[in-house]
T-cell receptor
Framework: AQSVAQPEDQVNVAEGNPLTVKCTYS??????LFWYVQYPNRGLQFLLK??????LVKGSYGFEAEFNKSQTSFHLKKPSALVSDSALYFC????????????FGAGTRLFVKA | GAGVSQSPSNKVTEKGKDVELRCDPI?????LYWYRQSLGQGLEFLIY????????KSGLPSDRFSAERTGGSVSTLTIQRTQQEDSAVYLC?????????????FGPGTRLTVT
C-alpha cells in the first residue's frame, strides 16, 4: 500500500540551530514530493516540491529538502530555525501514475524555542 | 488574486442530518481536491476532480459521502445521515494541471461538528 511516514510527532529545536523534519514514503515509481506547513489558525500553505532534477530543492522561508531515492526519503531542513517556524509540517506524495491523488503524512509539529 | 474559499466556516449539525459543504477554487485551476482532517490527525484524501475526467472517489469513506463539481468550478461535498465520527475539518484545495504546477492551494476549511 502507498504510504507516507513522518516518524516524529514533534521536533524541538532551539532558535538559531539547524532543523530537520523527516519524511519517508512507500510509493512505486518516481513520485512527486511536497512539503506543506500549517501555522496556528491559518490554512495549509505550500512550502516546496520535488518534481525532477536536482535532488536538493529550495522553497519558501529558507526551507529546503533533499530527495533521496535509495532511501525513499524527503527530509525537510533549515540551517537556522526561527521561533516563527513553529508550526505543523506535512509531507505529501503524489504517485507518478497519471492521477492526481496525493497522500499526506500525519504531520510533525515543530517547536522552536527562543 | 482570490484564494480558495469554503463555506460555511463552521457547521454544527445533529446526528442523522444531511450537510453540504461548498468549495470555490482558484479561478483557472482545473484540479480540485477534498480532504478530511480529524483532530490531531493528518489529511485524509477523499476525492479529486480534474477537468472533464471522471473523479477519483477512492478516498470516500462510505456511500454517505458524495461530491460533485459543477461547470468545472464550484464543488459541493455532501454527507448524508451524519454520524459523530464525521466530525472533522473538511479541507478543499485546487491546483493547476501542468507538471510544474502540481502544488495545491488550500482553503480555510469547514469545521463540522456532529452532535
Amino acid at each position: 500500500a502507498q504510504s507516507v511516514a513522518q516518524p516524529e510527532d514533534q521536533v524541538n529545536v532551539a532558535e538559531g540551530n539547524p532543523l530537520t523534519v523527516k519524511c519517508t514514503y512507500s510509493v512505486s515509481g518516481n513520485p512527486y514530493l511536497f512539503w506543506y506547513v500549517q501555522y496556528p489558525n491559518r490554512g495549509l500553505q505550500f512550502l516546496l516540491k520535488y518534481i525532477t532534477g536536482d535532488n536538493l530543492v529550495k522553497g519558501s522561508y529558507g526551507f529546503e529538502a533533499e530527495f533521496n531515492k535509495s532511501q525513499t526519503s524527503f527530509h525537510l531542513k533549515k540551517p537556522s530555525a526561527l521561533v516563527s517556524d513553529s508550526a505543523l509540517y506535512f509531507c505529501a506524495v503524489r504517485p507518478n501514475t497519471g492521477g492526481f491523488k496525493t497522500i499526506f503524512g500525519a504531520g510533525t509539529r515543530l517547536f522552536v524555542k527562543a | 488574486g482570490a484564494g480558495v474559499s469554503q463555506s460555511p466556516s463552521n457547521k454544527v449539525t445533529e446526528k442523522g442530518k444531511d450537510v453540504e459543504l461548498r468549495c470555490d477554487p482558484i479561478s483557472g485551476h482545473t484540479a480540485l481536491y477534498w480532504y478530511r482532517q480529524s483532530l490531531g490527525q493528518g489529511l485524509e484524501f477523499l476525492i479529486y476532480f480534474q477537468g472533464n475526467s471522471a473523479p477519483d472517489k477512492s478516498g470516500l469513506p462510505s456511500d454517505r459521502f458524495s461530491a460533485e463539481r459543477t461547470g468545472g468550478s464550484v464543488s459541493t461535498l455532501t454527507i448524508q445521515r451524519t454520524q459523530q465520527e464525521d466530525s472533522a475539518v473538511y479541507l478543499c484545495a485546487s491546483s493547476l494541471a501542468g507538471r510544474d504546477h502540481y502544488e495545491q492551494y488550500f482553503g480555510p476549511g469547514t469545521r463540522l461538528t456532529v452532535t
